[in-house]
Protein backbone atom coordinates (compact mmCIF):
# COMPACT_ATOMS: atom_id res chain seq x y z
CA UNK A 1 0.00 0.00 0.00
CA UNK A 2 1.40 3.09 -1.09
CA UNK A 3 2.51 5.83 1.50
CA UNK A 4 0.73 8.87 2.48
CA UNK A 5 4.18 10.71 1.43
CA UNK A 6 3.64 8.89 -1.90
CA UNK A 7 0.35 9.95 -2.79
CA UNK A 8 1.77 13.74 -1.84
CA UNK A 9 4.45 13.26 -4.09
CA UNK A 10 2.53 12.03 -7.18
CA UNK A 11 0.04 15.24 -5.96
CA UNK A 12 2.66 17.41 -7.00
CA UNK A 13 3.88 15.84 -10.07
CA UNK A 14 0.32 15.72 -11.14
CA UNK A 15 -0.09 19.78 -10.42
CA UNK A 16 2.87 20.71 -12.06
CA UNK A 17 2.14 18.97 -15.27
CA UNK A 18 -1.25 20.37 -15.41
CA UNK A 19 -0.05 23.92 -15.11
CA UNK A 20 2.35 23.04 -17.93
CA UNK A 21 -0.04 22.58 -19.65
CA UNK A 22 -1.91 25.67 -18.96
CA UNK A 23 0.85 27.48 -19.14
CA UNK A 24 1.07 26.44 -23.08
CA UNK A 25 -2.64 26.62 -23.73
CA UNK A 26 -3.05 29.69 -24.64
CA UNK A 27 -0.43 30.27 -27.25
CA UNK A 28 -0.88 30.19 -30.60
CA UNK A 29 0.31 26.89 -32.17
CA UNK A 30 2.51 28.03 -34.40
CA UNK A 31 4.11 29.61 -31.99
CA UNK A 32 4.86 27.10 -29.34
CA UNK A 33 4.81 23.78 -31.10
CA UNK A 34 3.75 22.87 -27.25
CA UNK A 35 7.37 23.64 -26.01
CA UNK A 36 8.92 26.70 -27.43
CA UNK A 37 6.95 29.47 -25.44
CA UNK A 38 7.80 30.58 -21.67
CA UNK A 39 7.10 32.93 -18.97
CA UNK A 40 10.34 35.40 -18.86
CA UNK A 41 11.77 34.91 -15.51
CA UNK A 42 13.17 37.54 -13.13
CA UNK A 43 16.24 39.28 -14.77
CA UNK A 44 14.97 38.72 -18.08
CA UNK A 45 14.95 42.24 -18.41
CA UNK A 46 13.00 44.07 -21.60
CA UNK A 47 13.00 47.97 -22.39
CA UNK A 48 10.76 49.24 -24.27
CA UNK A 49 12.39 51.41 -27.00
CA UNK A 50 9.78 53.81 -29.44
CA UNK A 51 10.15 51.38 -32.33
CA UNK A 52 9.94 47.73 -30.14
CA UNK A 53 11.46 45.78 -27.53
CA UNK A 54 14.87 45.32 -26.58
CA UNK A 55 15.87 41.88 -24.54
CA UNK A 56 18.05 41.67 -22.00
CA UNK A 57 20.33 39.58 -24.51
CA UNK A 58 20.49 42.96 -26.65
CA UNK A 59 18.06 40.65 -29.25
CA UNK A 60 15.32 43.15 -30.36
CA UNK A 61 11.77 43.16 -31.60
CA UNK A 62 9.81 45.56 -33.66
CA UNK A 63 6.47 46.67 -32.24
CA UNK A 64 4.93 45.45 -35.31
CA UNK A 65 5.96 42.08 -34.16
CA UNK A 66 4.77 42.12 -30.84
CA UNK A 67 1.25 40.29 -30.08
CA UNK A 68 -0.52 41.06 -27.12
CA UNK A 69 -0.11 39.25 -24.26
CA UNK A 70 -3.40 37.78 -22.21
CA UNK A 71 -1.89 38.52 -18.51
CA UNK A 72 0.78 41.18 -17.55
CA UNK A 73 3.79 39.48 -18.08
CA UNK A 74 6.22 39.17 -21.18
CA UNK A 75 6.60 36.19 -23.10
CA UNK A 76 9.14 34.75 -25.53
CA UNK A 77 8.98 31.66 -28.10
CA UNK A 78 12.20 30.78 -29.28
CA UNK A 79 13.89 28.33 -31.56
CA UNK A 80 15.51 25.79 -28.74
CA UNK A 81 18.71 25.16 -30.87
CA UNK A 82 19.26 28.88 -32.61
CA UNK A 83 17.16 31.31 -30.31
CA UNK A 84 15.30 32.92 -33.22
CA UNK A 85 12.69 34.62 -31.84
CA UNK A 86 9.07 33.12 -33.06
CA UNK A 87 6.75 34.90 -31.07
CA UNK A 88 7.06 37.42 -28.74
CA UNK A 89 4.10 38.83 -26.39
CA UNK A 90 3.90 42.08 -24.34
CA UNK A 91 1.53 43.21 -21.52
CA UNK A 92 -1.61 45.27 -22.99
CA UNK A 93 -0.49 48.75 -23.28
CA UNK A 94 3.10 47.96 -24.14
CA UNK A 95 2.41 46.96 -27.14
Same mark, same amino acid.
Given at each position: ?26 ? %?? +? =? =????? =?? #? &? &? ?5 ? #?? #????? &? +? ?21 ? #? ?6 ? =???? %?????
Amino acid at each position: MASGRTWIIVAAALSFAASQARAHSWY %PA +W =C =CSDHD =CR #E &L &LRGEDVT #ET #EDGFR &L +WDGRFIGREYAKPSPDIKFHLCE #EPVTRAII =CFFA %PQGQS
